[in-house]
């Protein structure tokens, strides 16, 4: 049962151009919302985040979209770099509870 | 060192061994996380340590997985009989969280992980 889904394995963005990420999540307990960022032989690296209090977060570059009627978040990347290159994963959580619950990952590939 | 570290970096066994894999969080920080990550998935949660107790282990599979933390700094992921399905990147990750703290204060930081293959 996966409570949190990127339905996009890959996404491939022209260099300057804006990247979007999409994320579904099905638990209505979720209130709190991450986006982490991978690279290869890396640990995830916290990216962004959102509480289900917002519908936006926004930090440089980076922005978080919330829809809690739709339970859908995105992340935008504006402008896009070659070193945003990595795998994206969405997180989801309950504020008050122990576990981060992870979504499969997009590939981000930005072409210079 | 400044971040959480992990070892060993790789690790390949045989079905049925018995395997340990440590990790080594940031200094000072009282929660300790261990995620699985196997291929073409996102992290997934075994454990959550707050200082040297098992705040929550509902994520470990089966009786086969154990982890200890017995100084609140580093811990070790022990898994028994090993089994193929074991594979997998396990992550360790830390954070300030004090027991009762809310995640929108708790940023995890990642270690690099340790990739189990069990042949």
Redesign the interface.
């Known amino acids: 049962d996966q409570q949190?889904k990127?339905n996009s394995p890959s996404l491939s963005v022209q260099e300057g151009r804006i990247s979007i990420l999409n994320c579904d999540y099905t638990n209505s307990m979720f209130d709190?919302f991450l986006w982490?960022k991978k690279y290869p032989?890396?640990?995830?690296?916290?990216l962004i985040?959102i509480?289900s209090i917002k519908d936006k977060n926004e930090d440089g570059r980076f922005t978080v979209f919330l829809n809690k009627s739709a339970k859908h978040l995105s992340l935008h990347i504006v402008p896009s770099q070659p070193g945003d290159s990595a795998v994206y994963?969405c997180?989801a959580?309950?504020?008050?509870?122990?576990?981060?619950?992870?979504?499969?990952?997009t590939i981000l590939r930005v072409k210079s | 060192g400044a971040g959480?570290s992990q070892t060993p970096s790789n690790k390949v066994t045989e079905k049925g061994k018995y395997v340990e894999l440590r990790c080594d969080p940031i200094s000072g920080h009282t929660a300790l996380?261990w995620?699985r990550q196997s291929l073409?998935?996102?992290?997934?949660?075994l454990i959550?340590f707050q200082g040297t107790g098992a705040?929550?282990d509902?994520?470990l599979p089966n009786d086969r997985f154990f982890a200890v933390r017995p100084e609140g700094s580093v811990s070790t992921l022990k898994i028994q009989r090993t089994e193929r399905g074991d594979s997998a990147v396990y992550?360790c990750?830390s954070s300030i969280r004090t027991s009762?703290g809310?995640?929108?204060t708790d940023?995890?930081?990642?270690?690099?992980?340790t990739r189990l293959t069990v042949l």
């Open positions: 949190v990127q709190y982490y032989a890396e640990g995830p690296t916290f985040s509480s994963f997180a959580g309950i504020e008050y509870g122990n576990k981060l619950v992870f979504g499969a990952g | 959480v996380y995620y073409g998935q996102g992290p997934e949660f959550y705040a929550d509902s994520g992550l990750a009762g809310a995640l929108s940023t995890q930081y990642f270690g690099p992980g």
